[in-house]
T-cell receptor, first 116, second 110 residues
């Protein structure tokens, strides 16, 4: 089975620009979550998509938006980039959005975004 | 709110045992995970606890006490490749997000 694939691996953008990050979920997984990980910190939840709709959101402004496609892949879009948006962006897929069991989140290797 | 505390850094010797502690205060609780993350790589799943007690998996064990809001990850027979960050992660009872601690960077020395 394939894992979670993210692209691009590295990206440099200028403050004020817009960026789109992409994620292909693991085979059989229909839920995708996005996390922002600043250097030396733990990941912070941005939002989750299930059945092509946003299904939970963390404390991030509206300029962070996303999409999920019928094949369960997903995009994270960030508008009006700020210097503090520089971070590793992680995508995680899972088979169902919520369960009491360990249904397993699989993480991609992330996209390293640098805003200058 | 959600708050997860774990030490920032730990150092241990190859072949030894190390325990990484985690305390949490969350608005709900529906399981606790430990993930390993090497620099520049994806977090990888190590363990999951939802009931009190010890879960053992090879060289790694994880303990949970829900009444104390406490967990630990125990690593035995440390190897150099165990040098990584270890993330304590709670899934709250409500909502679908995972809440991560800041991570403990473990350095294993010869």
């Amino acid at each position: 089975e394939t894992g979670v694939t993210q692209s691009p691996t590295h990206l440099i953008k200028t403050r004020g620009q817009q960026v789109t990050l992409r994620c292909s979920s693991q085979s059989g997984h229909n839920t995708v979550s996005w996390y922002q990980q600043a250097l030396g910190q733990g990941p912070q939840f941005i939002f989750q998509y299930y059945r092509e709709e946003e299904n939970g959101r963390g404390n991030f402004p509206p300029r962070f938006s996303g999409l999920q496609f019928p094949n369960y892949s997903s995009e994270l879009n960030v508008n009006a980039l700020e210097l503090d948006d520089s971070a590793l962006y992680l995508c995680a897929s899972s088979p169902i959005p919520r369960d009491s069991g360990n249904y397993g989140y699989t993480f991609g290797s992330g996209t390293r975004l640098t805003v200058v | 709110g959600q708050n997860i505390d774990q030490p920032t850094e730990m150092t241990a010797t190859e072949g030894a045992i190390v325990q990484i502690n985690c305390t949490y205060q969350t608005s709900g609780f529906n399981g606790l995970f430990w993930y390993q993350q090497h620099a520049g790589e994806a977090p990888t799943f190590l363990s999951y606890n939802v009931l009190d007690g010890l879960e053992e998996k090879g060289r790694f064990s994880s303990f949970l006490s829900r009444s104390k809001g406490y967990s630990y990850l125990l690593l035995k027979e440390l190897q150099m490749k165990d040098s990584a960050s270890y993330l304590c992660v709670v899934r709250p009872g409500a909502g679908n997000m995972l809440t991560f601690g800041g991570g403990t960077r473990l350095m294993v020395k010869p």
